[in-house]
């Protein structure tokens, strides 16, 4: 009697070890306006990372896309951004700097609404993951920025919304 060999499917393979070992996860939970300049406009993106080892895991980078209406906003890249604590959820905040010239742009075609419908896609590369080696992980995030409208300000609209066009932010 000859010896047989057992022949498994790369791909079943593959799948198996992507159950047994565990990876980051992401997730986006805001985006918001965070200033406002003589020639940009300034978003941050709130992310929760978790890390599910006993070891720090280093960031290598965070590459991001905004978009509104099949148009992009703003691109870019977070070189660096750090270290995810073990066994913790850590809060990265990614800012993503818009062009006026963009802004006014995509105003123009929602004035009458006063929001901006966005789609953010967060690229994270992690390197020397334990047992994975080096992985990217993709979220993609669609949502509105609101903008408040001058009688809303001079209603007494919300807080941020008064902070966000006070003058300072535009000197």
């Known amino acids: 009697m000859g010896t047989q060999s ?3 499917p790369v791909n079943l393979a593959e799948g198996t070890v992507d159950m047994v070992v565990k990876k980051p996860e992401a997730t986006l939970n805001d985006v918001v306006v965070q200033s406002v300049t003589y020639d940009s406009v300034s ?3 709130k992310a929760s990372v978790s890390n599910p080892y006993v070891t720090p895991i280093l960031i290598g980078e965070i ?3 905004l978009k509104s209406a099949d148009t992009v906003m703003a691109s870019g890249k977070m070189e660096d951004p750090g270290l995810l604590m073990p066994l913790n959820v850590t809060l990265l905040e990614i800012e993503v700097k818009v062009p006026y010239s963009v802004v006014i742009t995509l105003l123009r075609g929602v004035i009458t ?3 901006i419908n966005y789609e953010l896609q967060l ?5 020397d993951i334990p047992g994975v080696g080096g992985i990217t992980i993709p979220i993609t995030e669609k949502g509105v920025i609101k903008i408040p409208t001058i009688a809303e300000l001079l209603k007494g609209g919300k807080e941020e919304d008064k902070a966000w066009f006070s ?3 535009w000197i």
């Open 6 to 8: 057992v022949k498994m």
């Open 113 to 115: 609404k006063w929001a």
């Open 43 to 45: 978003l941050l993106a």
């Open 63 to 65: 590459n991001y896309i």
């Open 123 to 127: 690229l994270f590369t992690f390197l």
């Open 167 to 169: 003058l300072k932010n």
